[in-house]
């Protein structure tokens, strides 16, 4: 009993873990797309 509780922690612990590094970089992606606009609707100005 103990020790399946104890591995159905470990298992939600490694897909927070996932989660994390996945929005990560979902996070850096939009970043980068943001910037990308911002920087072309400024060039185009001039």
């Known amino acids: 009993m103990h020790q399946r509780h104890q591995s159905a922690?470990?298992?939600?612990?490694?897909l927070v873990d996932l989660y994390k590094r996945r929005a990560?970089?979902?996070?850096?992606e939009a970043c980068?797309?943001?910037?990308?606009?911002?920087?072309?609707?400024l060039t185009s100005k001039f």
Do not use: P
């Open 32 to 41: 980068r797309q943001m910037w990308l606009m911002v920087w072309s609707s």
């Open 9 to 14: 922690h470990r298992i939600t612990g490694e």
């Open 24 to 28: 990560r970089r979902l996070h850096a």
